[in-house]
């Protein structure tokens, strides 16, 4: 599969009262065509300052992004901004309730000019019935609608002009889970019909496991390890990534006899540790770990890498 976009030394900063947050630091990776690549790590991890960056919603303060084969500028995003959407964690903020569901879904259109009025109301009638709602769903309001229900228009929406990415920032965690099945299987099924790649930003690892085909995991705003779902899961390489899989609730005998439990709390981002970021909560730190920032090397299967002095797999 050929890259549909890479992000090169990428590092997104905000001042905050005189002082720096450094959110994102130094991320470089790819999504290929028609590819899930799963964004997964704690509250705090950077997970959504990336992603709303790859959605063109936050610009990089270093490294940059390229599309399509091209790097990203102001002058390009334009044209590229259709081609990139985002779908929101929460579907009661993310949809105007002032606003129809046929303007809702029509929206992008309208600020991309793309077709007339009359294509964009028949496009948006095409895509309330593929996300599996009525067609007088296009007539009413947010307000009338489920939080499942939301979710499957905030879907609509980023379909509607076409994309060949969608940024999907925790689209689960706001709905039931009995919802959450029923959309995780929309989201394959448009991904098959449409050919999209998706990054799918998740802090729950089981939800993972069952839609992507790789995973790459964030910890204070750096990229710790990477890889095929199913080498990751199997071996996970570096201790943070082993300690979240520890995590997941499992039953009977396959579950973990001595889950590896993460100490401490994150640290802040407005002064993150010197060398590995990871070493203050990391059962394996030794004074190297202070003292160099570990890179991203090979661990074990094709395409499988990870960011610790002491990674296992080697």
């Not at 959110?23 to 999504?31: E, F, N």
């Not at 919603?57 to 002058?75: C, D, S, Y």
């Not at 129809?100 to 948006?124: F, N």
Request: some cysteine.
């Amino acid at each position: 599969m050929s890259e549909l976009l890479g992000l090169d030394d990428v590092s997104v900063h905000f001042a905050v009262r005189g002082q720096t947050v450094r959110a994102v630091q130094h991320v470089s990776l790819a999504i290929a065509e028609g590819e899930t690549l799963a964004l997964v790590g704690e509250s705090g991890s950077g997970k959504s300052t990336l992603g709303y960056t790859v959605a063109g919603l936050q610009a990089p303060t270093e490294g940059a992004l390229r599309f399509e084969g091209a790097v990203l500028t102001k002058a390009t995003w334009k044209q590229a901004r259709a081609k990139i959407q985002i779908v929101f964690q929460d579907p009661f903020g993310a949809l105007d309730p002032r606003m129809p569901v046929s303007a809702i879904i029509a929206e992008p259109l309208r600020i991309q000019r793309i077709g007339t009025d009359a294509t964009r109301r028949a496009r948006a009638a095409e895509l309330v019935e593929r996300v599996g709602l009525p067609r007088d769903a296009l007539n009413r309001y947010p307000h009338e609608f489920s939080g499942g229900q939301r979710q499957r228009i905030a879907i609509a929406r980023a379909l509607s002009p076409q994309p060949r990415l969608i940024v999907a920032d925790e689209p689960l965690s706001a709905l039931d889970v009995s919802i959450q099945s029923q959309i995780l299987n929309l989201m394959k099924e448009v991904q098959e019909q449409e050919r999209l790649s998706y990054l799918f930003i998740s802090h729950d690892l089981a939800v993972v496991n069952h839609l992507v085909d790789r995973v790459a995991v964030l910890y204070l705003g750096r990229l710790v390890e990477i890889g095929p779902r199913e080498a990751l899961f199997a071996r996970p390489s570096h201790p943070y990534t082993q300690a979240l899989l520890d995590a997941v609730p499992r039953i009977g005998r396959h579950r973990a006899r001595h889950a590896r439990i993460i100490k401490g709390e994150m640290p802040s981002p407005l002064n993150p540790p010197s060398g590995c970021v990871f070493h203050t909560r990391c059962p394996k730190a030794q004074d190297v770990c202070m003292q160099v920032v570990p890179q991203l090397e090979p661990a074990g299967a094709v395409g499988h890498s990870a960011a610790c002095h002491f990674k296992e797999g080697t």
